[in-house]
């Protein structure tokens, strides 16, 4: 069974940053797509970035420049991070890791939240 735990969220100032922590576990192969999505309060669930199993990157364009992928990959886990930087209260959301395989899995959530 795929597991996600994410952690890394908190309260920071308009400019500040932020890392955000996905470990993956329970994957049985190594096709599958991880990323995070967010959800404001009234929003739909949006896509922030992602990477596929080659590396290749997506990004929304709202974070661009702003926000990195980076992961890390051993025998028995995936660990994907998200930096992000110069972060705004439109930032603001409920923050969720996704892992697309064979089936669809989401984590927890981690809340974000940008204000003075």
């Known amino acids: 069974q795929v597991h996600l735990v994410e952690s890394g969220g908190g309260l920071v100032q308009p400019g500040g940053s932020l890392r955000l922590s996905c470990v993956a576990s329970?994957?049985?192969?190594?096709?599958?797509?991880l990323g995070w999505y967010r959800q404001a309060p009234g929003n739909e669930r949006e896509l922030v970035a992602d990477i596929s199993m080659w590396g290749s990157t997506t990004y929304s364009e709202s974070v661009k420049g702003r926000f990195t992928l980076s992961r890390d990959t051993t025998e028995a886990k995936d660990t994907l991070y998200l930096q992000m930087n110069n972060l705004q209260s439109e930032d603001t959301a409920v923050y969720y890791c996704n892992l697309k395989g064979s089936a669809t899995y989401w984590g927890q959530g981690t809340q974000v939240t940008v204000s003075t």
């Open positions: 329970g994957m049985t192969s190594r096709y599958y797509i």
